[in-house]
Nanobody
Framework: VQLQASGGGLVQAGASLRLSCTASGRTFGTMGWFRQAPGKEREFVAAISWIGNSRDYLASVKGRFTISRDNAQNTMYLQMNSLKPDDTAVYYC?????????????????????WGQGTQVTVSS
């Protein structure tokens, strides 16, 4: 399965963006969003189980970002509100092809085997 992330852009602080991640086929596992800011390591942002009833978030985005997915459309979303300059990064989507939700796995990059190419989010102050 190939993943395609889109929806990034340049916005001012306080604005909103919605990222999309479209899969070329059906996805069966946990999906997640990660980000990498300039000069920093890639970090976990959010993850969602296949059914959508389990989610995990990076502490700094809780209450501002919402992850969701539409399995019928093979698409995952990241609604980002109240954006801050610290949210500036390239955002990547990924799929953990292991079936079943595991909180211990959801926030770890090594759990994910399929990755999209990334979409740039830039938040100006």
């Amino acid at each position: 399965v190939q993943l395609q992330a889109s929806g990034g852009g340049l916005v001012q602080a306080g604005a909103s963006l919605r990222l999309s991640c479209t899969a070329s086929g059906r996805t069966f596992g946990t999906m997640g969003w990660f980000r990498q800011a300039p000069g920093k390591e890639r970090e976990f942002v959010a993850a969602i189980s296949w059914i959508g009833n389990s989610r995990d978030y990076l502490a700094s985005v809780k209450g501002r970002f919402t992850i969701s997915r539409d399995n019928a459309q093979n698409t995952m979303y990241l609604q980002m509100n109240s954006l801050k300059p610290d949210d500036t990064a390239v955002y990547y989507c990924a799929e953990d092809q292991t079936t079943g939700w595991s909180l211990a796995r959801a926030n770890k990059q090594q759990s994910y085997t399929s990755w999209g190419q990334g979409t740039q989010v830039t938040v100006s102050s």
